[in-house]
């Protein structure tokens, strides 16, 4: 795959205090023929060469609409799926090819919250032994005993440390989620990739998770992979964010840079097509309608992969898949084309 | 406002369950004119969806008791026969659900599922069904609307099964449309589509919509009107400017300060609700905002504890439920929302709307 070189730029300005390193990252999950040889007849390229870099402390969001791979690029970095091809460095440690049980120590530093609070939660399981579960799976035994500990856990969370012996059903979708929150920050970990945290709350419960999550951030340092598909919600929250389409990083810089002078033709319009909650400034603004839907990822369009919805399309994007390239410091994208604006 | 098209009196909607009795709805009124459209906003348990489906008739009235008016051009819907409903529903007025995958039936055909709209309503041949379904499968932006046609549900994304869920709806040329979190499940990208869809089509057919959601980004860019619902009633109305610009009751306040803005700066913080919505069954005594409310104590006597506000105007257009005085309401909500919305909107309209409050003021207490 001459694909991996691609990021080669992308990857030589990355910052040397990174947490994560991902490097030309792939995820290929194949699919087979009928009959009963099962014969390998293509992949769907779920992620294809992905690069980017966490520091402590740091929120990357990643966006993109659904089917762009956002999900399974944050499964693949923790190594909850195995990377096809591409390396992952976490803590300055190359983790590519760790087996599972290799895995299990580095699990402590590494966590994840899921987006749906009904179905990430045992229900036959008490909170209590819900959120102290990292403990017995890593044998950490807490100076206090796991019990307290919880409770701590469960308070700093907003939850009722009393509602240790509850179930899962007996609470509402946010304080299910908080309790999501608590067992990934049982062991203290470094890096938490959150996927979807709040899209399956209302709003106002949606406002006191996205503060927590903050809270926490500043309290244990932690670096947060913040996936979703609300870019109101990831533009408040990350540093940093990263604009997935087709499996592959379209543009990567800071969040206020991305929003205020987006490079690539979809982030853009990405952005506009994002309505805000304020009428007449909504009225004034001009939206950029893509046209169709995402294409196929088992047959990616030839050259840029965006090329067949992008109003600026023309023949080269076609012929040549675009480089990662550098255009101001620390904002990276992929287009042959990109907006005139950004060049500022 | 114009002539109402539709327009719901008290409506009242309770389902007896175990437990007691949910108030699911709980004396709701409002109108919609043709060519507008009129947001409900609220989060889950608010009653909008029930609302909606009062209005298409959609609920059992063998486990539900609904009373209340609503009239549809004129006519009464809630003690009307089932088969004059059932007349109108799909015909002069229809809806789109939320999820598309599940309001399609997967074992048939697009193309047999819109013909069946046809049948109902219209004396057509089977040809002359096809024919409309196929333009209108064209006319919602569907690409090869003749292979469509033959398409099951599961061949077609998210984005183009809910254009087929609006086909369908707008077969008959409703005259009200109902869309009851329309882009919800989709991407925004595909949301953007089916808002322009809407509003083209609301432009060429002169369409009175409903529109349920929870997103105040869609709310601002398509509703003429807006009702903030809370616990099964109507706790703020008024225009899309009234609501944004001069929202007068807590929820509304904490519900726009819950939202994230794509343009606000890197360092602004949330201001969520405390707390839940509440549960139906047991709904406090007062106001049934009061558990999450930070300004009841500004009331005096406990009233917000004991006394359920009534739904008083502001303005003629601007309803709010909340025993807050309006000079009070307001000075809140420019420290809450501040730049945003009261102040930003003072130098452009400066006129009208500073001046609303002094007036208002002096209405609503003497009703009190």
């Given at each position: 795959?001459?694909?991996?070189?691609e990021?080669d730029?992308g990857?030589a300005?990355r910052r040397?205090?990174?947490?994560?390193?991902?490097?030309?990252?792939?995820?290929?999950f194949p699919?087979?023929g009928?009959?009963?040889?099962?014969?390998?007849?293509?992949?769907v390229k779920?992620?294809?060469?992905i690069?980017?870099?966490?520091?402590?402390?740091?929120?990357?969001?990643v966006v993109?609409?659904?089917?762009?791979?956002?999900s399974t690029a944050?499964r693949?970095?923790l190594?909850?799926l195995?990377?096809t091809?591409?390396r992952?460095?976490?803590?300055?440690?190359?983790?590519?090819?760790?087996?599972?049980k290799?895995?299990?120590p580095l699990?402590?530093?590494?966590?994840m919250?899921?987006?749906?609070?009904y179905?990430?939660?045992?229900?036959?399981?008490?909170?209590?032994?819900?959120?102290?579960?990292p403990?017995?799976?890593?044998g950490?035994k807490?100076?206090?005993?796991?019990q307290s500990?919880?409770?701590?856990?469960?308070a700093?969370v907003?939850?009722n440390?009393?509602?240790f012996?509850?179930?899962?059903n007996?609470f509402?979708?946010?304080?299910?989620?908080?309790i999501?929150?608590a067992?990934?920050?049982?062991?203290?970990?470094?890096?938490?990739?959150?996927?979807e945290?709040v899209?399956a709350?209302?709003?106002?419960?949606?406002?006191?998770?996205?503060n927590?999550?903050?809270?926490?951030?500043?309290?244990?340092?932690?670096?947060?992979?913040?996936?979703?598909h609300?870019?109101?919600?990831?533009?408040?929250?990350?540093?940093?964010?990263?604009?997935?389409?087709?499996?592959?990083?379209?543009?990567?810089?800071?969040?206020?840079?991305?929003?205020k002078s987006?490079?690539?033709p979809?982030?853009?319009?990405?952005?506009?097509?994002?309505?805000?909650?304020?009428p007449?400034?909504e009225h004034?603004?001009?939206r950029i309608?893509l046209?169709?839907?995402?294409?196929?990822p088992i047959n990616?369009?030839?050259?840029?992969v965006f090329?067949t919805?992008c109003?600026?399309a023309?023949?080269?994007?076609?012929?040549?898949?675009?480089?990662?390239?550098?255009f101001a410091?620390?904002?990276?994208?992929?287009?042959?084309?990109?907006e005139?604006?950004?060049?500022? | 406002?114009s002539d109402?098209?539709?327009?719901?009196?008290?409506l009242r909607?309770?389902?007896?369950?175990?437990d007691?009795?949910?108030?699911?709805v709980?004396g709701?009124?409002?109108?919609?004119?043709?060519?507008?459209?009129?947001?409900?906003?609220?989060?889950?348990?608010?009653?909008?969806s029930?609302?909606?489906?009062?209005?298409?008739?959609?609920?059992?009235r063998?486990t539900?008791k609904?009373?209340?008016?609503?009239?549809?051009?004129?006519?009464?819907?809630?003690?009307?026969?089932?088969d004059?409903?059932?007349?109108?529903?799909?015909k002069?007025?229809?809806?789109?659900?939320?999820d598309?995958l599940?309001s399609l039936?997967?074992f048939y055909?697009?193309?047999?599922?819109?013909?069946?709209?046809?049948?109902?309503?219209?004396?057509?041949?089977?040809?002359a069904a096809?024919?409309?379904?196929r333009?209108?499968?064209?006319?919602?932006?569907i690409?090869?609307?003749?292979?469509?046609?033959?398409?099951y549900?599961?061949?077609l994304s998210?984005?183009?099964?809910?254009?087929?869920?609006?086909?369908?709806?707008?077969?008959?040329s409703?005259e009200?449309?109902i869309?009851?979190?329309?882009?919800?499940?989709?991407d925004v990208?595909v949301?953007?589509?089916?808002?322009?869809?809407?509003?083209?089509l609301?432009?060429e057919f002169g369409?009175a919509?409903i529109?349920i959601t929870?997103?105040l980004?869609?709310?601002?860019?398509?509703?003429?009107?807006?009702?903030?619902?809370y616990?099964?009633?109507?706790v703020?109305r008024?225009n899309?400017?009234?609501?944004y610009?001069?929202?007068?009751?807590?929820?509304?306040w904490?519900?726009?300060g819950?939202?994230p803005?794509?343009?606000?700066g890197?360092s602004?913080?949330?201001?969520?609700i405390?707390?839940q919505?509440?549960s139906?069954?047991?709904?406090?005594?007062?106001?049934v905002?009061?558990?999450r409310?930070?300004?009841?104590?500004?009331v005096?006597g406990?009233r917000?504890?004991?006394?359920?506000p009534?739904?008083?105007p502001v303005?003629?257009?601007?309803?709010?439920r909340?025993?807050?005085?309006?000079?009070?309401r307001?000075?809140?909500a420019i420290?809450r929302?501040g730049a945003h919305?009261v102040?930003d909107?003072?130098p452009?309209?400066?006129?009208?709307p500073?001046?609303?409050?002094t007036?208002?003021?002096?209405?609503?207490q003497e009703?009190?």
């Amino acid at each position: 795959m001459t694909v991996v070189d691609e990021n080669d730029a992308g990857v030589a300005a990355r910052r040397a205090d990174a947490l994560l390193r991902v490097e030309a990252v792939q995820k290929y999950f194949p699919i087979s023929g009928g009959g009963v040889l099962k014969r390998h007849i293509g992949d769907v390229k779920a992620v294809e060469s992905i690069s980017f870099d966490v520091v402590p402390g740091e929120t990357l969001g990643v966006v993109g609409e659904s089917g762009c791979g956002k999900s399974t690029a944050g499964r693949t970095v923790l190594k909850l799926l195995q990377p096809t091809g591409g390396r992952l460095e976490f803590d300055g440690r190359d983790i590519t090819n760790l087996t599972r049980k290799e895995m299990v120590p580095l699990r402590r530093e590494m966590q994840m919250i899921f987006q749906d609070p009904y179905s990430s939660l045992n229900p036959r399981h008490t909170v209590g032994s819900i959120i102290s579960a990292p403990f017995k799976v890593q044998g950490v035994k807490p100076a206090r005993g796991v019990q307290s500990e919880v409770q701590d856990l469960m308070a700093r969370v907003g939850l009722n440390p009393e509602h240790f012996n509850r179930y899962p059903n007996e609470f509402s979708g946010g304080q299910r989620q908080r309790i999501g929150i608590a067992r990934a920050i049982a062991l203290r970990p470094k890096l938490i990739v959150c996927d979807e945290p709040v899209s399956a709350l209302d709003v106002s419960i949606q406002a006191q998770v996205v503060n927590l999550l903050e809270d926490l951030q500043d309290e244990f340092r932690l670096a947060y992979i913040f996936i979703a598909h609300d870019l109101s919600v990831v533009r408040h929250i990350s540093d940093r964010i990263a604009v997935m389409y087709l499996g592959r990083i379209m543009e990567i810089a800071d969040s206020e840079l991305i929003y205020k002078s987006p490079l690539h033709p979809y982030t853009h319009a990405l952005i506009s097509a994002v309505p805000l909650p304020d009428p007449r400034a909504e009225h004034k603004r001009e939206r950029i309608l893509l046209q169709g839907d995402l294409p196929s990822p088992i047959n990616p369009p030839s050259g840029c992969v965006f090329r067949t919805r992008c109003p600026k399309a023309q023949d080269r994007c076609a012929e040549e898949i675009p480089l990662v390239r550098e255009f101001a410091p620390g904002h990276f994208g992929a287009c042959h084309f990109p907006e005139e604006r950004s060049l500022i | 406002m114009s002539d109402p098209f539709v327009k719901v009196e008290d409506l009242r909607v309770q389902f007896p369950t175990e437990d007691g009795i949910v108030g699911a709805v709980d004396g709701v009124s409002f109108e919609v004119a043709k060519n507008e459209t009129l947001a409900i906003v609220g989060e889950s348990g608010s009653g909008k969806s029930v609302t909606s489906q009062a209005i298409m008739g959609l609920i059992n009235r063998k486990t539900a008791k609904v009373t209340g008016q609503v009239l549809f051009d004129g006519e009464e819907l809630l003690s009307a026969r089932p088969d004059q409903v059932r007349s109108l529903r799909g015909k002069r007025m229809a809806m789109i659900f939320q999820d598309p995958l599940s309001s399609l039936h997967p074992f048939y055909s697009i193309g047999k599922q819109l013909v069946e709209a046809i049948d109902v309503h219209q004396n057509v041949s089977n040809s002359a069904a096809m024919k409309q379904a196929r333009d209108m499968l064209d006319r919602v932006g569907i690409p090869n609307p003749d292979r469509r046609l033959k398409d099951y549900p599961h061949n077609l994304s998210g984005g183009m099964r809910q254009r087929v869920m609006i086909a369908m709806a707008l077969l008959n040329s409703p005259e009200l449309l109902i869309a009851d979190e329309p882009t919800t499940a989709l991407d925004v990208t595909v949301q953007a589509q089916i808002i322009d869809l809407l509003r083209d089509l609301q432009r060429e057919f002169g369409t009175a919509i409903i529109l349920i959601t929870h997103d105040l980004g869609v709310v601002a860019d398509m509703a003429d009107d807006v009702v903030v619902m809370y616990g099964g009633r109507v706790v703020e109305r008024g225009n899309i400017d009234d609501i944004y610009y001069r929202p007068e009751m807590p929820y509304t306040w904490g519900l726009l300060g819950s939202v994230p803005r794509m343009d606000a700066g890197p360092s602004t913080r949330l201001q969520p609700i405390p707390g839940q919505p509440p549960s139906l069954i047991r709904l406090p005594k007062g106001c049934v905002f009061r558990p999450r409310c930070a300004y009841h104590e500004l009331v005096p006597g406990n009233r917000c504890d004991t006394d359920r506000p009534d739904l008083l105007p502001v303005t003629p257009d601007h309803a709010v439920r909340c025993h807050l005085e309006p000079a009070q309401r307001r000075e809140i909500a420019i420290e809450r929302l501040g730049a945003h919305t009261v102040v930003d909107n003072s130098p452009a309209a400066d006129a009208t709307p500073s001046a609303t409050p002094t007036p208002a003021s002096g209405g609503t207490q003497e009703e009190k």
